[in-house]
């Protein structure tokens, strides 16, 4: 029988054939390894810490590189876009795109209930945008995060950031070439609609290169053809005739005697300046391309106001259906289809404005004219996409607006909005005509309540708010206080009369056909999409214009252009104007005064 061993009786190690250590034997009670086996375990424990540390260090160093790479660049660089259920279209195409200028997502829903509350609607009846909205766009430029509508568009058409007011043109000052001008030296016939004018930024941005949005004279010189492209623009219809006529013709607001106009029709264009031209084209069945077609000596008027001009201006939806008509049959059979770009403009004026009456029926008629693209492109053989989007939102627009200290009313009174039959541009406008002539301080007053309540419906304008129009002393304009007193009783709220830095909507006709653009978005993908969709590459087109760094036309007419680099796009902006980075807080806040503001004057 085999003695009985001491409990802590040393045993033979199974690891060294050697008697065990103490410490070894310690650890087998209390659980703590052997010293020798802590040190192989810390031994393999740092290595996989160094092996995690250089992996994480690696990743960074790639993620760093490549931020460098974007900011450099200016160009946001994103994955390899998935075109979704059937892939990427081939084939023919055409490609609508639609800008609801200075529309942001509360635009939307005031025109939604003021819709349903004038056409006595039920609460699901909803706007033709709303059945098609797919995802949102970050709007910041490379020099704010508020950006201007130059910025915003150059991002569309070049599919790059820049500096609030540059038009096609990259913080460096070079041109970059857009989505439109590489349509056309493609093949495909290419247009431009829009409310305002023609020479506006965001028409400009796709078929010019100016270095500030204000050089409206050399815009309208570009769109035309004067430029180191030639003509690109087959068809625009729009506002703007004054930058085309010499300033020595009525109705001109050019600083020369260049006559663009007649220039125009030299270079080809058929020319159209009047609704009477208009209705001849018949629909677009007969009109023929290059067509120019300036309808109004500056911008077109609101949607509101237009109505009751309807002898004079035609409508956005019905210029975009004409468009679409003389575009479609130009291209019928080419190999090629077209692009077109629509433009919602006076959305942002409204904005601009803080008038809410004007507001809404400016986005009706863009949702009319929205409604006639899908229409269209339902019918049509070639296939096609609209994609649309706004390039800012405008105004700070709250359905909500707090009127006294104490807690607020959960409320705002679209019937306040059905009642005005005019904007406070058109009131203005002849209040400022009335006081013109009549001095009387009495016949000033009756005269300013008769526009508020014909004009906004307004019957209970108190003295100060009548006193306040007629006032040529009072810090705000008259516009701004017709404006003020309607949003005030619809309790429509505002925080600005410039732009905000609000996300705004994306919409297309399909998701099939849009798939990338699902989601949030930098707007710089929306202008890579366009050119992605209709299979052009910008970059040869840019290094054609920035090859060009002089050029001066060879019509008789065209002035010497500077010698500076790109004189051609006029002067280059000074030394302290801020074109990339955000500027920051320097404890500089103070109120303007109403002189400073220029409220509405570039937009």
């Known amino acids: 029988m085999a003695r009985d061993e001491p409990l ?11 008697i065990r250590t103490t410490e070894e034997e310690e650890s087998l009670l209390t659980g703590p390894r052997s010293r020798r086996e802590i040190e192989r375990r810390n031994r393999s424990f740092w290595r ?28 946001h660089v994103p994955n390899k876009p998935s075109w979704g259920p059937g ?33 006595g609607l039920p609460i699901d009846d909803t706007l033709v945008l709303d059945e098609h909205i797919i995802g949102t766009s970050r709007t910041r430029s490379s020099s704010s995060l508020v950006t201007d509508s130059a910025a915003g568009a150059t991002a569309f058409s070049c599919g790059f950031k820049s500096y609030n007011g540059a038009i096609s043109v990259l913080p460096d000052h070079s041109p970059c070439g857009t989505v439109l001008e590489a349509a056309s030296l493609a093949g495909y016939k290419t247009g431009l609609v829009v409310t305002t004018r023609l020479t506006d930024a965001t028409p400009a941005c796709f078929a010019s290169h100016v270095n500030q949005r204000g050089y409206e004279d050399r815009i309208a010189e570009q769109e035309i053809g004067e430029y180191p492209l030639g003509r690109v623009v087959d068809l625009m219809l729009g506002g703007g005739r004054c930058h085309f006529l010499p300033n020595s013709t009525e109705g001109s607001c050019r600083n020369d005697e260049r006559d ?27 009109a023929q391309l290059p067509l120019l077609g300036l309808l109004a000596e500056k911008d077109i008027p609101y949607e509101i106001d237009r109505r009751s001009q309807d002898e004079k201006y035609p409508s956005l939806e019905e210029m975009t259906r004409t468009a679409l008509k003389i575009l479609s049959d130009a291209t019928a059979d080419s190999e090629q289809g077209f692009f077109l770009m629509v433009e919602g403009s006076r959305i942002d004026h409204a904005g601009h404005a803080n008038d809410p009456a004007a507001q809404v029926h400016e986005v009706m008629s863009y949702d009319k004219a929205f409604a006639a693209v899908t229409e269209f492109l339902e ?33 705002w009174y679209p019937g306040v909005l059905a009642s005005a039959s005019h904007s406070g541009e058109f009131l203005s406008e002849n209040l400022k005509a009335y006081i013109s002539k009549e001095t009387s301080h009495t016949k000033q007053q009756k005269y300013a309540r008769t526009l508020l309540e014909k004009g906004l419906g307004v019957h209970d304008a108190t003295g100060d708010e009548v006193n306040a129009l007629i006032d040529p002393n009072y810090p705000y304009v008259p516009e701004h206080v017709f404006t003020d007193i309607i949003s005030r009783r619809a309790q429509i709220g505002w925080s600005t009369h410039g732009h905000s830095g609000v996300d705004v909507n994306i919409y297309a006709s399909s998701t099939k056909d849009a798939w990338p653009l699902q989601g949030n978005h930098e707007n710089t993908e929306i202008g890579e999409f366009m050119a992605n969709y209709l299979n ?33 796009m006029g002067h280059p902006l000074e030394e302290d104007v801020r074109t990339e980075g955000l500027d920051t807080y320097h404890g500089d806040f103070r109120k303007r005064s109403a002189g400073e503001c220029n409220c509405g004057q570039a937009h």
């Open 379 to 411: 019918k049509d053989p070639t296939p096609g996409v609209l994609v649309a989007t706004s390039d800012h939102e405008t105004g700070g627009l709250a359905t909500a607006r707090q009127l006294q200290p104490d807690y607020p009313d959960y409320l």
């Open 536 to 568: 052009l590459d910008l970059k040869p087109v840019t290094d054609k214009l920035q090859s060009l760094t002089s050029w001066s036309s060879s019509s008789s007419l065209a002035r010497t252009d500077s010698k500076e680099s790109y004189g051609w």
């Open 87 to 119: 892939g990427k279209p081939t084939g023919k195409r055409n490609m609508i795109f639609m800008v609801s200028d200075g529309m942001g997502p509360t635009s939307l829903t005031m025109t939604r209930s003021f819709r349903q509350h004038t056409e």
């Open 48 to 75: 996989e810490i160094g092996l995690l540390a250089w992996a994480l260090i690696a990743t960074i160093a790639v993620v760093v590189l490549a931020v460098v790479y974007q900011h450099k660049s200016g160009r």
């Open 260 to 286: 663009l106009v007649e220039l125009a029709k030299q270079k080809g264009f058929n020319y159209l300046d009047d609704r009477k031209s208009f209705d001849a084209l018949n629909g677009g069945a007969e």
């Open 8 to 18: 802590l009786a040393p045993r033979i190690s199974s690891d060294h054939g050697s």
